[in-house]
């Protein structure tokens, strides 16, 4: 088995919101104004107090820590809050966030969209649209790196890589995908149906953590 990337974290049963992965979402400004393409993107909500959640946290500080000092060697910078890809959601007043840390992540390329089965052949078969949605639960590969640009400044940001669907959770602004299985199940039973900025300036305590 190859070694893992630096800073490539598996989050496991996390919460997906605000998931543009099927589709790139719109063109957005940059920091020097500038209008550029738009990514995919999502973000993942990882409990304060669940046993998993912790192990998430624990796993993202100690990427976190790596890249940081393969970056900045033993000058580490003091980042702000927003320049920090993993944040606190109970500074957010988005449903769901309440009691929950949350990594944002995006790619310019779309990730990998996988299901928790595989094909006769061992592979991961593919989540088609609709199968990730935001409310679901997920496994989430991420890989983090630090940024130092003479004009962007300091960051830690996360790269989105892959998302598998672990299990059902009610949609973000309700309704939420059609479960097939339970629309269909009558039909089949009765009719015989087949289907053929300043980056050093301390801020929260986000940073403490990451």
């Excluded at 049963?13 to 393409?37: H, T």
């Excluded at 993202?60 to 606190?88: F, N, S, T």
């Excluded at 892959?162 to 602004?173: N, S």
Aim: glycine share 10%; with cysteine; hydrophobic share 35%.
């Amino acid at each position: 088995m190859a070694d893992t990337p630096i800073g490539e974290v598996l989050l496991t049963d996390v919460r997906l919101s605000f998931a543009e992965i099927y589709k790139a979402g719109k063109p957005q400004k940059n920091d020097a104004g500038e209008m550029v393409p738009g990514k995919f993107r999502a973000n993942g909500l990882i409990s304060k107090t669940s046993k998993s959640g912790k192990a998430n946290m624990e796993k993202l500080k100690k990427a976190a820590d790596e890249v940081k000092a393969k970056k900045w060697g033993d000058k580490i910078p003091k980042l702000k809050a927003d320049r920090v890809c993993v944040r606190d959601g109970d500074q957010e007043d988005w449903e769901g966030y309440a009691g929950h840390w949350y990594i944002s992540a995006n790619n310019p390329e779309k990730p990998v969209l996988i299901t928790k089965f595989k094909d006769d052949n061992g592979k991961w078969i593919p989540a088609k649209e609709g199968v990730l949605y935001s409310g679901c639960y997920v496994n989430l590969l991420v890989r983090l790196w630090a940024q130092d640009h003479p004009d962007y400044g300091k960051r830690l940001n996360a790269s989105l890589e892959a998302v598998q669907f672990v299990r059902k959770g009610e949609a973000f602004g309700g309704g939420g995908p059609i479960d097939a299985e339970d629309k269909f199940a009558s039909i089949e039973a009765d009719e015989g149906f087949n289907m053929g900025d300043d980056d050093e300036d301390e801020d929260d305590d986000v940073s403490d953590v990451i």
